[in-house]
């Protein structure tokens, strides 16, 4: 499969806990992208990565939450001090550099905190 | 502000028929659109984009979508419906704001229930 893949699908936490979620984009894709979907709602932009760099954060992205793309390669978004509100389908997405493609999302990892 | 609106929560459509799903958008600049498919449980999947060109813009699963620039819209339409078209679609426009990377607005989605 080359689509994007995300890991893992879901996760039960604990209020309080941290968590991490790993996305591995489209091999040839440099651009990676972080959304959040709550339930009824379309997906919010979390955070844009160009290789390595983190381009753009959205002011959604609190203190408590952190991405890295290491090496370019896969990214992984960690939430510290899990809290209810937290609760959502976090999806990845990628596309090339080049030209005005369409960004391929992943499968997503749906976050219950309780 | 720039945003993306889907007026109807659910469009119910029998079988075979046409159907249509709307979506209006507000974008600075020209707008690049896409719409998006969601089942459940999972990511999205692409359907089609309008980045310049024919404003009958013709994409997957026999879906295609029309821009109206006067009417800032951009409908979803499928000429005969499948059940299994029955689905969440979300029409999306790039922020006018990115610096050309996918960074999308989402409208709230639309319910597709195709009826046997």
């Known amino acids: 499969d080359t689509g994007v893949s995300q890991d893992p699908r879901h996760k039960i936490t604990k209020r309080g806990q941290n968590v991490t979620f790993r996305c591995d984009p489209i091999?040839?894709?440099?651009?990676l992208y972080w959304y959040r979907q709550t339930l009824g709602q379309g997906p919010e932009f979390l955070t844009y990565f160009q290789n390595e760099a983190q381009l753009e954060k959205s002011r959604l992205l609190s203190d408590r939450f952190s991405a890295e793309r290491p090496k370019g390669s896969f990214s992984t978004l960690e939430i510290q001090r899990t809290e209810q509100g937290d609760s959502a389908m976090y999806l990845c997405a990628s596309s090339p550099r080049t030209g005005y493609t369409e960004a391929f999302f992943g499968q997503g990892t749906r976050l219950t905190v309780v | 502000a720039q945003s993306v609106a889907q007026p109807e929560d659910q469009v119910n459509v029998a079988e075979g028929n046409p159907l249509t799903v709307k979506c209006t958008y507000s974008v600075s600049g020209n707008p690049y659109l896409f719409w998006y498919v969601q089942y459940p449980n999972r990511g999205l999947q692409f359907l089609l984009k309008?980045?310049?060109?024919?404003?009958l813009v013709k994409g997957s699963y026999g879906f295609e979508a029309e821009f109206n620039k006067s009417q800032t819209s951009f409908h979803l339409k499928k000429p005969s419906a499948l059940v299994s078209d029955s689905a969440l679609y979300f029409c999306?426009?790039?922020?006018?704001?990115?610096?050309?990377?996918?960074?999308?607005?989402f409208g709230a989605g639309t319910r597709l229930a195709v009826h046997p």
């Open positions: 309008y980045i310049t060109g024919d404003n």
């Open positions: 999306a426009v790039r922020d006018g704001s990115s610096g050309g990377y996918n960074k999308l607005i």
């Open positions: 091999s040839e894709h440099n651009r």
